[in-house]
């Protein structure tokens, strides 16, 4: 059977997650799609580098206690040696989840071109690489016969890009636009339940939904990255970071709040991008108050969704989780799938 094997790079709450799933899932897995996963490398900043050509005992890694390394370990070192690990692994798939650089998309970048430099096929949930390089990665991974897959940068697990790319195939997408970042709508959520910002702010902390500084999800940036995404992989476009004009909720007020209330409208986040007349792309991220019969405006709590303007079949929405670590790990999974049919492909047309 059609083995893929694995270098993690990044094993926080993702990676770890997938590995926990190929470990409890392996054999299901490999039956249902014929082909097995096996993690051959790993890094991370704390607990260092481990590569097994063989195949590293992920019950091991599992039972390493608080503050333990890879050191001592066969192939193991304290140290993350990332660069090192890309180039030399063994893999033909590195699973890049590191933290996302919203300047300039170090160190993710780097890790992703030397993977594909090398040959390696890359999947990531990472938005910095795709939104700030992703014409320049995946140029490298056409050069090199690999592929570079990024389904989770967007909606975690919910299929967008591929959605519009497969499902939408043969209808014109004029336009998106979405509830990108589950945080910021938690917190309209319970605004207009009540609460004030930093009171809202505070229970999603509480909750896991935002981080201890909540800047990038409640000022938009986060979803600025997205919307690059979106309109550069949808829409064809050729937009950065500075082409998408970006305002966040904070100044959103509980007066705001019920005058739409009262004018049958309902605060949202949006994040969007469309084609002009002359074939332009504009996008924006910015708080709009959504009549109650929009498509996004009865999206609540921490759901994402976009809605896709199409010339055959009007406005398609598609909903689902943008976080959690089993959900984000579900993309990197549907990630290995698309590698793996590219290839069998690929293969297919090779004899």
């Known amino acids: 059977m059609q083995r893929h094997d694995l270098a993690l790079i990044g094993f926080g709450g993702v990676n770890r997650a997938l590995a926990e799933i190929i470990h409890s899932r392996g054999a299901a897995l490999a039956g249902d799609l014929g082909f097995e ?111 570079f897959e990024h389904e989770g940068a967007v909606m975690s697990g919910t299929p967008v890009l591929r959605f519009a790319s497969d499902m939408l195939r043969g209808s014109r997408v004029s336009g998106v636009e979405g509830i990108l970042n589950g945080t910021s709508n938690f917190v309209l959520g319970r605004m207009e339940a009540g609460a004030t910002l930093a009171e809202a702010v505070a229970e999603a902390q509480a909750l896991g939904y935002a981080e201890a500084d909540p800047t990038a999800d409640i000022e938009g940036s986060d979803v600025q990255l997205k919307v690059v995404i979106l309109a550069n992989q949808v829409l064809g476009a050729r937009i950065t970071t500075a082409d998408v004009v970006r305002r966040g909720i904070s100044a959103i007020t509980a007066e705001d709040i019920a005058a739409a209330a009262a004018e049958g409208r309902r605060w949202k986040l949006i994040g969007s991008a469309s084609r002009t007349a002359d074939g332009d792309v504009v996008a924006s991220v910015e708080p709009v108050a959504l009549p109650l019969t929009h498509p996004l405006a009865g999206v609540s709590g921490a759901t994402n969704a976009v809605s896709f303007d199409t010339d055959l079949l009007g406005a398609v929405t598609v909903s689902g989780p943008g976080a959690g670590r089993v959900e984000t790990a579900y993309a990197l999974l549907s990630d290995i799938i698309a590698i793996d049919a590219h290839q069998r492909a690929a293969a297919e047309t090779a004899r």
């Open 37 to 147: 996963l096996r993690v051959v490398a790993i890094t991370d900043l704390r607990l260092g580098s481990l590569m097994q050509a063989d195949g590293i005992d992920l019950e091991t890694v599992f039972a390493l206690p608080e503050g333990a390394t890879f050191a001592g370990m066969p192939g193991g070192a304290a140290v993350p040696q990332n660069d090192f690990v890309i180039r030399s692994t063994t893999a033909d798939i590195v699973v890049e989840a590191t933290f996302t650089n919203p300047v300039d998309g170090e160190p993710a970048v780097s890790h992703v071109r030397a993977a594909l430099e090398s040959g390696k096929s890359v999947t990531t949930t990472n938005k910095g690489p795709v939104a700030l390089a992703g014409a320049e990665l995946h140029r490298i991974a056409a050069d090199h016969g690999a592929r």
